[in-house]
């Protein structure tokens, strides 16, 4: 990429100066360094499942897995994630047939999906705590509300992104810059949607055979 070099003025007496006056921008930058952010990303997470590991069977004569997991509601919230990938998807695909309206759709109808799981969550953290199996009763609660509140907490970040991406795009178009963005964020997606069937099998199932 070329960039235009300006003099600077007379006025400043001794060696020339110059500045650019356009903005530098490396080629696919942007995503080498989102790559690199999601490779630390998945090293908490991987302290996390390590955590849980370690502590998952020290009930503390509580609660087990066994007794407080409800899979049909888990899997609901599962299945929730899993089409707003999908639904993600049909918005890049959009976007690269330079559909703006119906990538916003889409990302409308991935928002609604997220939000959904969310708010399974939210009621299933409420309805253990309120049956006294809280964060603090044992190892095992602590390390199952760390890994999956911290996921939580990824996917409620991703809700803020995603509505701002949609006002961005709705107020810019379909600009370099926001392509950019809609693929960064479809990375962080899928990324989580990783996470979570992994959070799915090594948690859920394996604690309710337990």
Known sequence: MSA????????????????????????????LGFWIYLMSDLLIFACLFATYGVLGRNYAAGVSGRDIFDLKLVALNTAMLLFSSITYGYAVISMQEEKLGGTLRWLGLTALFGLGFLCIEIYEFHHMIEHGASPQRSAFLSSFFGLVGTHGLHVTFGLVWLVTLMVQLGKHGLTTANRRRVMCLSMFWHFLDVVWVAVFSFVYLVGSLS
């Open 4 to 31: 235009t070099l300006t003099q600077k003025g007379p006025a400043e007496a001794g060696a020339r100066q110059y500045y650019l006056t356009e903005e530098h921008h490396p080629e696919n930058g942007t995503m």
